[in-house]
């Protein structure tokens, strides 16, 4: 089994910032790509930002220049530090790794439960 657990949701006003942590855990034999999601109401789940495990990094267009995802290989672990966070950030978060199981499985998509951001005044 894997799991993908995410930390650091909350609460906080405009122009604040939150820190957004995960980590794999389970039968991992290696992580892939790693990434944050988020799916606002009545909106479509869309890409955040995701990060090679040589550190190559994409960023949506609404968050370049505010956001910062960053990855730890040896922990399996991915963060996304937020800042000057605008009401239209809320959203649920979620953490993604494309990742195999063992040496002889294809890489799988995995997912996070999600983590709630609010950014409100």
């Known amino acids: 089994q894997v799991q993908l657990v995410e930390s650091g949701g909350g609460l906080v006003q405009p122009g604040g910032s939150l820190r957004l942590s995960c980590a794999a855990s389970?039968?991992?034999?290696?992580?892939?790509?790693m990434g944050w999601y988020r799916q606002a109401p009545g909106n479509q789940r869309e890409l955040v930002a995701t990060i090679s495990t040589g550190g190559s990094t994409n960023y949506a267009d609404s968050v370049k220049g505010r956001f910062t995802i960053s990855r730890d290989n040896a922990k399996n672990t991915v963060s996304l530090q937020m800042n000057s966070l605008e009401p239209e950030d809320t959203a649920v978060y979620y953490c993604?790794?494309?990742?195999?199981?063992?040496?002889?499985?294809?890489?799988?998509?995995?997912w996070g439960k999600g983590t709630l951001v609010t950014v409100s005044s």
């Open positions: 993604n790794a494309v990742l195999l199981r063992t040496a002889a499985d294809y890489a799988g998509n995995y």
């Open positions: 389970g039968s991992i034999f290696r992580v892939n790509v």
